[in-house]
């Protein structure tokens, strides 16, 4: 690998962020869990904040956007056996629930599944401005910082990085995150 992660600041426009957020709100909201399959749960000590599922079929203008940075980066940086992702998840942190995700990897490494998360990928829905806290970690590798907090930037890294979003203490983040899948790890 090149790079442990890449930043595109400001690849989407505050017009497309506006759109993704209005055509989010269409989609049912829940509270977020953390873990996967029959260990999926709702654990307010970990994760605290709301996710919509957006659907990729119907969403599919939206994943060829994200695709084309995905691409572009994987050639460059990682060389991952990539195929696509199935799954956009629209996430609110609001401050006055101190919204925030702790410590956590978007990989089930051995799991059931014929695929495994190879890239996540986090675009920054919400002007900087508009909350306050919400700053997205890594624990072993150097912080995005400042270069991802633009509206419309948008972060890719290997999805076994440990990672969280630090509470969120006012206003509300609007992010969007999906993860690109590709055969297991080898």
Not at 66 to 80: A, D, I, K, Q
């Amino acid at each position: 690998m090149k790079n442990i992660w890449e930043v595109w600041t400001s690849a989407l426009s505050s017009d497309e962020c506006d759109d993704i957020i209005s055509r989010a709100s269409s989609y049912p909201e829940r509270d977020a869990t953390v873990g996967f399959l029959e260990h999926n749960r709702v654990d307010k000590g970990l994760r605290e904040s709301s996710v919509r599922w957006l659907s990729p079929k119907a969403e599919g203008g939206l994943v060829n956007r994200l695709m084309e940075f995905v691409l572009s980066s994987n050639r460059t940086n990682f060389g991952f056996d990539i195929v696509a992702p199935f799954q956009l998840q629209f996430t609110e942190y609001h401050g006055s629930k101190k919204g925030k995700y702790g410590w956590h990897h978007d990989v089930q490494l051995n799991g059931p599944a014929p695929y495994d998360r190879k890239l996540s990928v986090v675009v920054q829905l919400s002007d900087p401005e508009s909350y306050e806290g919400g700053e997205f970690e890594f624990s072993t590798v150097q912080h995005p910082g400042a270069v991802f907090q633009p509206r419309g930037s948008l972060l890719i890294f290997p999805s076994f990085l440990q990672h969280r979003v630090l509470p969120v203490t006012k206003g509300i983040r609007h992010s969007l995150v999906t993860w690109i899948e590709g055969p297991k790890w080898r």
